[in-house]
């Protein structure tokens, strides 16, 4: 499967990357804002594609058309600050969205945050209170994307580490805010992309007891 | 008509509730953040509501209750950063709809920004490109809305004046970026709740040479 990784430069999209390539299976399109991002993607081989999200869709459109799938797991980041948010994590998911129907690629995985759909709960996550702007942002892109046509799976991961793959999680609709692996979300995107069980499913996810294949398919 | 005011001490808002209270028709209540702003609506004899869009949707739904229309003018303004555009312009309007949906009042007016339904057009308005948050923020708003089962009416007005009111505009789905005055947008809100024709219509809105009835009458 082509893969388009939206964000294949973050924490986890560098990690998806490596993880698609070793798999053998799976190619992937590693789709990054600045020029000096390229190098480290071309020396290991990976085909890149220079797209800035703050741009037209038809940008966007133009390199989802070489992917049989999409993955958004960009973020604007810590370092930066709300307009991002909102122009990235929000307005860049959404434009990746619409990018991908009009480029005909149905299936679309979207990296999101543990709990965010129930950003306008009163008994919503802790972690939300200090972080409304990254919480509203993910809770409207995950919206847009549950309304959209598109063959969705919305993965909502716990507080993130970069320990190793363990292989294991828990999924569920609400979890609370432990901890997981950026390694094992990785491993959860690619084991959603080759099971179309997962297609109309969102879930908060944190490391767990059961193998990651057995937990999707048990959604 | 009980017309809630949300934003009702903004420049549109407190021209809507003088609008509202002299047509003798109808009954503003004034929805407004910040204590101190209540005195200038008791003066003048407006009920008021004391509620923060930062709040929980319960506290929206409470006042909601009480109206037979809802009208969100609210806007975070220039002076606060893209951290209140995320969580007024966007998140307060769309938990000021989902307020409506719980208590189960239909009609919903918002008062939006010319072209923003273009945020994602190549040929989009100027202005957008030097307020991205902002209009993306609108836009999101405005989608949701349309995707909602509220008796909506978007009105898109462009660059505000304080003119007086002239009763004569122009609306269509594309307009340019000219002028009108917050006091015949006021007067459009209020015709559009007078006039069931405009349910469902979303439309920019400048000065022009039809009265305003006449103009949404055509819609």
């Given at each position: 499967?082509?893969?388009?990784?939206?964000?294949?430069?973050?924490?986890?999209?560098?990690?998806?990357?490596?993880?698609?390539?070793?798999?053998?299976?799976?190619?992937?399109?590693?789709m990054?804002?600045?020029?000096?991002?390229?190098?480290?993607?071309?020396e290991?081989?990976?085909?890149?594609?220079?797209?800035?999200?703050?741009?037209?869709?038809?940008?966007i459109?133009?390199?989802?058309?070489?992917?049989?799938?999409?993955?958004?797991?960009?973020?604007?980041?810590?370092?930066?600050?709300?307009?991002?948010?909102?122009?990235?994590?929000?307005?860049?998911?959404?434009?990746?969205?619409?990018?991908?129907?009009?480029?005909?690629?149905?299936?679309?995985?979207?990296?999101s945050?543990?709990?965010?759909?129930?950003?306008?709960?009163?008994?919503?996550?802790?972690?939300?209170?200090?972080?409304?702007?990254?919480?509203?942002?993910?809770?409207?892109?995950?919206?847009?994307?549950?309304?959209?046509?598109?063959?969705?799976?919305?993965?909502?991961?716990?507080?993130?580490?970069?320990?190793?793959?363990t292989g294991k999680v828990?999924?569920?609709?609400?979890?609370?805010h432990?901890?997981?692996?950026?390694?094992?979300?990785?491993?959860?995107?690619?084991?959603?992309?080759?099971?179309?069980?997962?297609?109309?499913?969102?879930?908060?996810?944190?490391?767990?007891?059961?193998?990651?294949l057995?937990?999707l398919?048990?959604?």
């Amino acid at each position: 499967m082509n893969v388009l990784v939206i964000g294949a430069n973050g924490q986890i999209g560098e990690r998806l990357v490596r993880q698609l390539q070793e798999s053998k299976k799976h190619n992937p399109i590693a789709m990054i804002r600045k020029e000096e991002q390229l190098a480290k993607f071309k020396e290991q081989g990976v085909q890149t594609a220079l797209v800035d999200l703050e741009g037209n869709i038809e940008d966007i459109v133009n390199i989802v058309k070489s992917a049989d799938a999409v993955v958004f797991t960009a973020g604007s980041g810590g370092h930066t600050g709300p307009d991002k948010t909102m122009l990235i994590d929000l307005d860049g998911a959404i434009k990746s969205m619409k990018a991908a129907q009009q480029a005909g690629v149905k299936r679309f995985i979207m990296v999101s945050g543990i709990g965010v759909h129930r950003w306008h709960d009163t008994n919503r996550l802790d972690w939300m209170d200090s972080s409304p702007v990254y919480s509203a942002a993910k809770y409207y892109a995950d919206a847009w994307l549950e309304r959209s046509d598109l063959d969705y799976t919305i993965i909502r991961p716990g507080k993130l580490n970069n320990n190793n793959r363990t292989g294991k999680v828990t999924v569920a609709d609400n979890l609370p805010h432990k901890q997981i692996s950026r390694e094992d979300v990785a491993s959860a995107i690619i084991t959603s992309l080759e099971n179309n069980e997962t297609i109309g499913k969102s879930f908060d996810m944190i490391n767990g007891e059961t193998l990651i294949l057995e937990a999707l398919k048990k959604l």
